[in-house]
Every structure is written in C-alpha cells, then in structure tokens.
C-alpha cells in the first residue's frame, strides 16, 4: 500500500538532546513538508521540499534541520536550539505545489516529549 | 497571498442535528480548496476538495461543500452528526499559479453530544 510512514509514534528524549524524526513516502511524490502541533494551535509549516536536494524554511524553521538526499526520505532533526521541542510533529508529501497537485497526504505522527 | 479563515474555534452539535463548519478564503484568483479531518493523535486526512466544475462537493463520511465564489466561502456541512464525527477539521486553500504550500486555517474541533 502506498504512504507516508512516520517512525518512532511516540519519543523522548532529555533537553539538550538532538533528535532526528523520520519520514518516508512511497506515494513518488517531489513535495515534502513538516509541520509542528501544539494544542489549539494549528498546524505550523516548519520545513518544506519541492525536489531533492532542495528545501525551504517554513514559518517556524529556527531550531530545525532537514535534508532530502533520496525522493522518499525527509527527516527532520529537532535541535538543542529550539526551545520548546515537545509537539506532535506531522510529515506530508504533496505530487507538487501546483493548483490541485498541492493536495497533501499526511503520515500518522510523531509525539515527541522533551523530558 | 492567500489566506482562511475558520470560524468558531469549538462548535458543539447534538447527535442527529446538522453539522455547520465555515470556511472563508482571501484570494484575488479562482482558489483550489479542501477540507481535511484529524481524529485524536492521528495525521490528517483529506475530506474533500473543489478544484474545478461543480461547485457542490461531496466528501467521505456524509460531508459536502459549496464552493461560493461571490461569499469566498467554503463550508462543510453534514446533515446529521454522529458520534464519530467528533475530532477537528481543517480548511485549507492554494492557488494554480502558485509555487507554495497549502495555506491552512486553525482548525475547529467539532463535539458531538448524545
């Protein structure tokens, strides 16, 4: 079946600490994006990728790193910088940013507690 | 650029009564838009879409939309809740010339009461 799976469900981790989230799709779509949520906040875009080797900072970036080496991969590593890590973080991929071609398929997601 | 707005943070609806979300967008061009579901600690999950043609839109689960250009409105309505149909729904616009991600409203949680 094709997806977007999103690994460990749920991590913790001490202050401090780097952290990196996975994301993987098989669906072959060039799009990737994290997003961040926190309760009654919505959904905040923190990365986004549009092709290999090519990535964007979203809303929130400061304290998050990405790279996309391979078409299916787009980790997100959660720095010691950011200062609020614990959040439900969301991984989606989109076929491209155009018109109906922007319709994004989520994963499951990933809890991520800071102790 | 483009923008929505949700209204209503919290709505709460009695099982079997009419299910109202609204959903109004700011864009100068004609918008793609879409309307997605999030259950307790799960991702999102497309309800349903307007691209082109009809502007009534019939999604998953009993939803539907109308895409009303003069309003700039997009709301999701359901006939008669479930219990099931509690969990948090999301609005969500782009553009066909656009090279940026989907713009998302905040979100409202929908309660169910029995």
């Known amino acids: 079946d094709g997806g977007i799976t999103q690994s460990p469900k749920y991590l913790f981790r001490k202050e401090g600490q780097n952290v990196t989230l996975s994301c993987e799709q098989n669906l072959n779509h060039d799009a990737m994006y994290w997003y961040r949520q926190d309760p009654g906040q919505g959904l905040r875009l923190i990365y986004y990728s549009q092709i290999v080797n090519d990535f964007q900072k979203g809303d929130i970036a400061e304290g998050y790193s990405v790279s996309r080496e391979k078409k299916e991969s787009f980790p997100l590593t959660v720095t010691s910088a950011q200062k609020n890590p614990t959040a439900f973080y969301l991984c989606a991929s989109s076929i491209d940013l155009a018109g109906p071609y922007n319709e994004q398929f989520f994963g499951p997601g990933t809890r991520l507690t800071v102790l | 650029a483009q923008s929505v707005t949700q209204l209503g943070s919290h709505v709460s609806v009695s099982e079997g009564a009419l299910v109202l979300l609204r959903c109004n967008y700011s864009?100068?061009?004609?918008?793609?838009l879409f309307w997605y579901v999030q259950y307790p600690n799960q991702g999102l999950q497309l309800l349903l879409k307007?691209?082109?043609?009809?502007?009534l839109v019939k999604g998953i689960n009993g939803f539907e939309a109308e895409f009303k250009k003069s309003e700039t409105s997009f709301h999701l309505t359901k006939p008669s809740a479930h219990m099931s149909d509690a969990a948090e729904y999301f609005c969500?616009?782009?553009?066909?010339?656009?090279?940026?991600?989907?713009?998302f409203g905040k979100g409202t949680r929908l309660s169910v009461i029995a």
């Open positions: 969500a616009v782009t553009l066909n010339s656009g090279n940026t991600p989907l713009v």
């Open positions: 864009s100068s061009v004609p918008p793609y």
């Open positions: 307007y691209t082109t043609g009809a502007t």
